[in-house]
């Protein structure tokens, strides 16, 4: 299945489910791609200790597009 992410937020905690459901589907071997629009370009600072957002950022091998 192909599916795509468009993330346009830079709420920590919506970033981090977003990418976590990203990442199942790279895994069940499906075809993703995470596209960051607006607010979601500054992922890298909505990074907060309770929500790993680099860190599933960082896990996530499919296509990425900022």
């Not at 709420?11 to 790279?26: C, F, H, K, W």
């Amino acid at each position: 299945m192909n599916v795509l992410f468009i993330i346009a937020t830079d709420d920590a905690e919506t970033v981090y489910n977003a990418m976590r459901l990203a990442n199942v589907g790279v895994e069940k071997g499906d075809e993703i791609s995470v596209f960051m629009l607006g607010k979601g370009v500054c992922f890298e600072k909505c990074d907060k200790s309770e929500f790993d957002v680099m860190g599933q950022m960082n896990k996530f091998e499919g296509d990425f597009y900022v």
